[in-house]
Structure formats: C-alpha cells, structure tokens
C-alpha cells in the first residue's frame, strides 16, 4: 500500500476509495438514478393513460374519443384534455347506436325491404326530369299489390340494369 500523506487523516470513510480503483458508491447510486427515473416514468406513463383503462369497458366511439384526448394531452402538455378524457371515461353514455339500429331494422322488416337491397340509388339532381303516367300508375299497382300481400316486397324488377351509385367525394 501506498503511504498516506501525513497532513492526511489515518481514518478514512469506506465511500472514499483509493486511486484507481472502483468506485462502489458511484455505481450504486448510477444503478439507483437509473432505476428511479424507469420507474418514475412508467408511474407517470400508467396514470396518463388511466383514462384509457377506465373507458375501455365502455363502447368503442367512447374509448376511442377518450383515446384520442388522452394523446392530445400528451402531445401538447395541457391536462385539460386529459382531465376532459377521465371524466369523460367516468361517464356511462346511454347506447343511441344500439337502439337506433334495432329501430332501423325493425322499419325494414314492417317495409319489406332486407338490409341494403331495397336501397335504390339516388340521382344526383331531379331538376328537369318529369313524371311520366306510366311510372305513376306502376307505382300504384305496386303499392295496391302490397296492400292485398300485406306489406311484401311486390315491385317489378327493372329490366335494364341501374347504375352504381357514385361516390360524390372520393
């Protein structure tokens, strides 16, 4: 062992180490730092999506709006969004969309019509085409028909092919 300076005190602290050797201390707190900030984020990362988790038993447009709060928080760093995304989790929304389709369907039936087979393409502009007789009368011996079936699907089948509908913005 190398001799100690005398002006240097013979009772050294265990932190303290010797030239060129390994520094425990310095290697336990870099492990803990380490360790401390993983940890610290994956704290703030779980409870930034806590809306999420709570929204994810509600219905799909519900978590999908909380979502998307959730990243706008993120990304901007105003917790508005994130405070409108928790209570906006902690909301139980009624389900319009459920209802509203049993009622969709339940029309179709009372009409006739079996899902999207009924749906006639629609023209872009009626300005100019006028009625004619014919298709007045066809309309009602279609509809005189379906009075005496009681509501079935009665109408001629077009002999020339109808047009797919286009797609007005693609």
């Known amino acids: 062992m190398a001799e100690l300076n005398p002006a240097a005190s013979?009772?050294?602290?265990a932190f303290i180490t010797a030239p060129g050797e390994?520094?425990?201390?310095?290697?336990i707190m870099a492990l803990f730092l380490v360790l401390a900030v993983v940890g610290f984020g994956l704290l703030f990362l779980r409870l930034h999506t806590l809306p999420e988790r709570i929204a994810h038993k509600s219905h799909k447009i519900?978590?999908?709006?909380?979502?998307v709060l959730g990243l706008i928080a993120l990304f901007t760093h105003m917790h508005i969004f994130w405070i409108a995304g928790l209570l906006l989790a902690l909301i139980d929304?009624?389900?319009f969309g459920g209802s509203l389709g049993r009622i969709a369907n339940s029309t179709e039936k009372m009409?006739?019509?079996k899902g999207d087979e009924g749906a006639e393409p629609q023209p872009e502009s009626t300005a100019g085409i006028a009625?004619?007789?014919?298709?007045?009368?066809?309309r009602?011996?279609?509809h005189a028909a379906q009075h005496e079936n009681k509501g079935a699907d009665v109408r001629p089948k077009p002999d020339t092919p109808?047009?797919?509908k286009e797609l007005r913005h693609a």
């Open 93 to 95: 929304l009624p389900d």
């Open 162 to 164: 109808r047009r797919p």
């Open 62 to 67: 519900q978590f999908e709006i909380v979502a």
């Open 10 to 13: 013979h009772d050294l602290p």
């Open 140 to 142: 009602r011996e279609v």
């Open 131 to 138: 009625r004619s007789d014919d298709a007045a009368t066809t």
């Open 22 to 27: 390994t520094d425990v201390l310095m290697v």
């Open 111 to 113: 009409a006739g019509i």
